[in-house]
């Protein structure tokens, strides 16, 4: 069982910046896809980013590229997402998430090939 936990999530003015964390339990971190998703009220939850198991390879929704960072740090088991230029639209409760499959590029993007999650965390971005 993996344990994650997301902190990070604040109130921030439009063209501010966050920088979420995520750290997981356990000793297996570094045989993790991860990914950050986000859920706003009444909207489906949508993949924001993800990950590699070794960081080689990173993904983005094209709603944050250019704005958005996804990175890791296996040896310390976490997960960050630094979010620059907020726009209002990007208001959502943010889910780290792991996954112990092989994921290919298209697979990243689906909540559905994540078997773990942590609670969410909160971003909400003033106009």
């Known amino acids: 069982q993996v344990q994650l936990v997301e902190s990070g999530g604040g109130l921030v003015q439009a063209g501010g910046s966050l920088r979420l964390s995520c750290a997981a339990s356990?000793?297996?971190?570094?045989?993790?896809?991860m990914g950050w998703f986000r859920q706003a009220p009444g909207k489906q939850r949508e993949s924001v980013a993800a990950i590699s198991r070794g960081g080689g390879s990173t993904y983005y929704a094209d709603s944050v590229k250019g704005r958005f960072t996804i990175s890791r740090d296996n040896a310390k088991n976490t997960v960050s997402l630094q979010m620059n230029s907020l726009k209002p639209e990007d208001t959502a409760a943010y889910y780290c998430a792991g996954s112990r499959k092989i994921l290919y590029s298209s697979n990243y993007y689906l909540p559905r090939e994540y078997d773990y999650w942590g609670q969410g965390t909160q971003v909400t971005v003033s106009s």
């Open positions: 356990g000793r297996t971190f570094g045989s993790y896809a």
